[in-house]
């Protein structure tokens, strides 16, 4: 049964940082990849970023990009992503997500329905 486990949210100023953690169990993601989405309330689930598990190659949505560092550890099976700079408009609950296969087209990595498996989420709220 595969499991991922997130954790690190919480309650942080503007303009600080958190580390999101999530442990993955049951399976690796070495054929594919594994991504953190996150969905505010009252607005649908988006992209944040994504990481190819072999090659190690990153993705970040624009709103992110430079603030948001995304990594793994293949040994840990665990993914990562650091938040710097956070504001008001990052309160979101993040998931994480796995995905076991690459694809080929352009943008893959940013489409949940992609990804097969799913963390319950980890609510990081930003105060201003």
């Known amino acids: 049964q595969v499991q991922l486990v997130e954790s690190g949210g919480g309650l942080v100023q503007a303009g600080g940082s958190l580390r999101l953690s999530c442990a993955a169990s049951?399976?690796?993601?070495?054929?594919?990849?594994m991504g953190w989405f996150r969905q505010a309330p009252g607005k649908e689930r988006e992209f944040v970023a994504a990481?190819?598990?072999?090659?190690?190659?990153?993705y970040y949505a624009d709103s992110v990009k430079g603030r948001f560092t995304i990594s793994r550890d293949n040994a840990k099976n665990t993914l990562y992503l650091q938040m710097n700079s956070l504001n008001s408009e990052d309160t979101a609950v993040y998931y994480c997500?796995?995905?076991?296969?690459?694809?080929?087209?352009?943008?893959?990595?940013?489409?949940?329905?992609?990804?097969?498996?799913w963390g319950q989420g980890t609510q990081v709220t930003v105060s201003s």
């Open positions: 049951g399976r690796t993601f070495s054929g594919g990849g």
């Open positions: 990481i190819s598990w072999s090659s190690g190659s990153t």
């Open positions: 997500a796995g995905r076991r296969r690459t694809y080929y087209s352009v943008g893959y990595y940013s489409q949940g329905t992609l990804y097969e498996y």
